[in-house]
C-alpha cells in the first residue's frame, strides 16, 4: 500500500444507521471529506522542519525568479511586480499542483478504490481542496504585500469565494478526466506534465494579457484558468470587478468539464478496479 493510500485509509466500514439515513449519510461524508483533506494536507510535511512552511516554499521561489527576470534582466514595466505576479502565481499553483497530483490519485489509492463503500470520486475534491489550502494559508501574505505597496483592498474582494468554487470545479472536472484516462494510457501524466508548462506560459501570470498581440487575445478568452488568473488580478490588484461575461464562460466551462469527467469516469469506472 502507498503512503497516500495509507494516509486515506480511514473510512469506517458502514454508514451509521438512523431514523433519517439519507441526513446520517450527509454528515457521515462530510466528516470523512473533512477528516481526509486535513490528513492528506498534514500529512505532506510530517517529520519536516518547517512543516507547513514548505506550503509557501514553491510559490516564493517562483516569485523570486519571475520578478528578477522580469525587473532586473527582461523589464516588464509593471508598477508593483512582485504583488502582481503573487496575485496570479497563487491560483496557478493551485491549478497545477493538483492537476499534476491527479494522475495518480486512483493507483496511489487503489485500496480504497475497491472498497465497496467508498466513492472514489471523493479523491478529486479531497485532491483538489487539500491543495486549495496551500491557497488559503498564502492570503495572509498576499494581503500584507497588498498593504506594503499601498494597494487599497476593494469591495471586489467579496468575488473571492465565487472566483474559488469555479476554479474548484474546473480543476475537479480536469481531475476526473486525467485520473480515469491515466489509468488506461499511462502517457497521459506525461502529456499533463508538458500541457502545464506550456499553459504555464500561455497564462497571464507573470504578464498582462493586454500585451499580446491583439490576433492571439482569443486565447485568453478561451481558456478557463487565463479567465480566473485575470479575475484574481482584477479583485486584489486593480480593486475592480472582472467582466462578467469572462466568469460566465469559465462557470459553463468547468460545469461541462465536471459533466465530461463524469460520463468518463462512469463509462470506465468497472475496468478502472480491474487495473489498478
Not at 32 to 37: F, G, K, P, Y
Not at 57 to 71: E, I
Not at 111 to 134: E, G, I, Q, W, Y
Request: charged share 10%; with cysteine.
Amino acid at each position: 500500500m502507498s503512503s497516500h493510500a495509507r494516509r486515506l485509509n480511514v473510512i469506517p466500514s458502514q454508514v451509521p444507521q438512523d431514523r433519517n439515513p439519507r441526513y446520517r449519510q450527509l454528515i457521515y461524508y462530510f466528516d470523512l471529506m473533512r477528516h481526509l483533506i486535513w490528513r492528506d494536507f498534514s500529512l505532506r510535511y510530517k517529520r519536516s522542519v518547517l512543516g507547513i512552511v514548505w506550503s509557501l516554499v514553491l510559490p516564493l521561489a517562483q516569485l523570486l525568479v519571475l520578478v528578477f527576470l522580469f525587473q532586473s534582466v527582461v523589464p516588464l514595466s509593471i508598477e508593483s511586480y512582485p504583488v502582481f505576479v503573487f496575485t496570479a502565481l497563487l491560483p496557478w499553483s493551485w491549478f497545477s499542483s493538483s492537476i499534476s497530483s491527479a494522475c495518480s490519485l486512483f493507483m496511489s489509492n487503489r485500496d480504497l478504490v475497491r472498497r465497496p463503500d467508498f466513492a472514489p470520486l471523493l479523491l478529486m475534491l479531497v485532491n483538489t481542496l487539500s491543495n486549495l489550502l496551500t491557497y488559503v494559508i498564502a492570503l495572509p501574505l498576499l494581503i500584507a504585500m497588498l498593504l506594503f505597496y499601498n494597494i487599497a483592498l476593494t469591495p471586489a474582494l467579496v468575488l473571492l469565494p465565487i472566483l474559488l468554487i469555479i476554479q474548484s470545479l474546473l480543476i475537479t472536472g480536469l481531475s476526473m478526466i486525467v485520473a480515469t484516462l491515466n489509468v488506461f494510457y499511462r502517457d497521459v501524466q506525461h502529456i499533463v506534465g508538458v500541457v502545464l508548462t506550456l499553459l504555464f506560459y500561455l497564462t497571464p501570470v507573470f504578464y498582462r494579457s493586454q500585451s499580446v498581440v491583439e490576433q492571439y487575445h482569443l486565447l485568453y478568452t478561451l481558456s478557463p484558468i487565463s479567465v480566473l488568473i485575470q479575475a484574481y488580478r482584477a479583485i486584489f490588484f486593480y480593486g475592480v470587478m472582472p467582466a462578467w461575461s469572462a466568469l460566465v464562460f469559465a462557470t459553463v466551462s468547468a460545469v461541462l468539464l465536471c459533466l465530461i469527467g463524469l460520463l468518463i469516469y462512469l463509462w470506465r469506472q468497472h475496468e478502472i478496479v480491474d487495473l489498478i
